[in-house]
Structure formats: C-alpha cells, structure tokens
C-alpha cells in the first residue's frame, strides 16, 4: 500500500477523492480529508483519490520511498 499523507492546510474540503473512492478517503468533522480507517484500500483506489484533488492535497509515495503523486 501507498504511504500517504494528507496535506491539511491545502485540503479545501471538496470531497472529491471521497466521491473517487470512498473506500480510501473521507471527510472528517472538521471538514478535512482523511483515510478510512477501517479500510485497506487499493493502491489504484489512492491514486485515484489523489488525482481527482483540485489542489493536490494528497500525496503518494511507493514502498522504496518514491513519490507517485503529484
Ligand atoms: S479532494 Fe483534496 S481538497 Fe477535496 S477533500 Fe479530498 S484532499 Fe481535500
């Protein structure tokens, strides 16, 4: 799986990696976008999160360290 890290001052809130895969992301109370934390998503549901964040909030990285995303 992934490494990621959800960068919280450039989240906005917009829930678009929630509505990409909802297995991987979703927002909390505060507004911002975490993981599921009772899911183990697919690598390919991640990335499919983080591409659909307008202000690239989510970053990957691979199991040798290597960023995927953005
Ligand atoms: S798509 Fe990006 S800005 Fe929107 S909730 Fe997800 S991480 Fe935050």
């Keep these: 799986m992934y ?3 959800i960068n ?3 989240c906005i809130g ?3 990696c929630m509505e990409e895969a909802p297995d991987a992301y ?3 109370e505060r507004g911002i ?3 599921v934390a009772s899911s183990q998503p697919s690598d390919e549901a991640l990335l499919r999160g ?3 964040c ?3 909030a989510i970053q990957l990285f691979d ?3 290597r960023r995927v995303h953005p």
Aim: without cysteine; proline residues 4%; negative net charge.
């Design 3 to 5: 490494r990621v890290i």
């Design 8 to 10: 919280e001052k450039l």
């Design 33 to 35: 976008a975490v993981l």
């Design 26 to 28: 979703e927002v909390d």
């Design 14 to 16: 917009s829930s678009n």
């Design 54 to 56: 307008p202000v690239d």
């Design 63 to 65: 199991e040798a360290g």
């Design 50 to 52: 983080a591409r659909a």
